[in-house]
């Protein structure tokens, strides 16, 4: 059982409801544990988010995601960080039967990685869902505007309310999801001034990703950032060249092995020669 401290020492829920319309809220995704070690210091909340399924495994979109993957990425993350509210979204399929079956799964994932919260892409059909689940002690993050679990319906990856009927869809989405008892809402891929207009009409934060820095928090896949691929959508700020590094340090170790300079000898062992009066009495 994790103890006392470590729940005091992690960001909460209610602390992030209360951060509405104060300091922006610093998010980032995180899939393993070396990188939440290294995000936790900066991030209120560390999401470990079904991108996964694209950005690790390589995945066409994230609809091929299963719960035990969802586990296993939240396990590693909860181990690696100490201060960040972790939030595991739930897989396409998991969750939008019914409200039992939401609630089967997100204890499942709440039990078996130690997260606080989890997010779900809250369409017309699952406010009902998020107040089914808070009422029962579930913390829950809604996701409207693009849903990437939509990617079929969808027909891609498409920026959401730039037409009248869809800035009522997504206005309505937000606003059925803050009063369902969400304790945040992911806000991807809308116009700038739909983006504000939710953030106005809504108690609970907004994190935005490619929406607007009226947003009461902002989140980007920490991959992206990063810069460790060739193309990135057009909202995302790359802070960092990893592919570039990661291509560099590759290259230059290739050559070091083709011309026998690595290992050099400081990085290989010695043999230790047995001592001789040692082999002397066994004899
Ligand atoms: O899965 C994810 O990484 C997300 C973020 C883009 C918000 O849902």
Excluded: N
């Excluded at 209360?18 to 070396?34: F, I, N, Q, S």
């Excluded at 079956?101 to 369409?123: D, H, M, N, P």
């Excluded at 108690?203 to 990063?226: E, H, R, Y």
């Amino acid at each position: 059982m994790s103890s006392q401290t470590e729940h005091a020492a992690r960001m909460t829920s209610p602390q992030i409801m209360a951060r509405k319309g104060g300091e922006p809220l610093v998010c980032l995704t995180a899939y393993d544990a070396p990188t939440a070690a290294i995000l936790d210091a900066h991030c209120d909340i560390l999401l470990v988010g079904d991108s996964v399924g694209m950005v690790v495994h390589g995945l066409p979109s994230t609809v091929g995601v299963t719960l035990e993957m969802m586990i296993l990425h939240g396990q590693a993350v909860m181990r690696g960080s100490k201060r960040a509210l972790v939030v595991v979204d739930l897989p396409f399929g998991s969750y939008e039967a019914s409200a039992e079956q939401a609630y089967y799964t997100a204890s499942r994932v709440l039990k078996e990685t130690g997260c606080q919260a989890i997010k779900v892409e809250s369409g017309p059909a699952i406010a009902s869902t998020i107040a089914f689940l808070t009422q029962r002690g579930i913390p829950v993050m809604g996701h409207v505007g693009l849903r990437p679990q939509a990617v079929h319906v969808d027909g891609g990856f498409k920026a959401k309310g730039r037409t009248v009927q869809e800035r009522t869809r997504v206005l309505f989405e937000a606003q059925s999801a803050d009063e369902a008892g969400a304790f945040a809402i992911v806000v991807e891929g809308v116009a700038a001034s739909l983006a504000a207009e939710i953030t106005k009409s809504v108690s609970a934060p907004t994190i935005g990703i490619g929406a607007s820095p009226a947003c009461d928090g902002q989140i980007l896949v920490t991959d992206d950032m990063l810069g460790r691929f060739d193309w990135t959508p057009k909202f995302v700020r790359r802070y960092a060249d990893l592919r570039g590094e990661i291509d560099r340090a590759a290259a230059a170790y290739a050559a070091d092995v083709k011309a026998r300079r690595f290992p050099a000898a400081s990085e290989t062992y010695a043999f230790k020669k047995p001592r001789v009066d040692v082999v002397d009495e066994q004899g």
